[in-house]
């Protein structure tokens, strides 16, 4: 996933944070823009490029 990001976006400022209890969150300036915890389900291929060129970026 991290890489799929950094394809879409060459200057993209990925950073993997390690977490406990099954969290899985992609946040973008503060904003969480994908929660596991929300979803019940990890991203599919391709789906947070897609949430972030949703969300104008």
Do not use: H, W
């Amino acid at each position: 996933m991290e890489d799929e990001i950094r394809m879409a976006y060459e200057n993209a400022d990925v950073i993997a944070l390690p977490s406990f209890g099954g969290i899985f969150d992609v946040e973008v300036d503060g904003k969480v823009i994908f929660s596991k915890k929300e979803t019940n389900r990890f991203p599919n291929p391709g789906e947070i490029v897609d949430l972030l060129k949703q969300a104008g970026y």
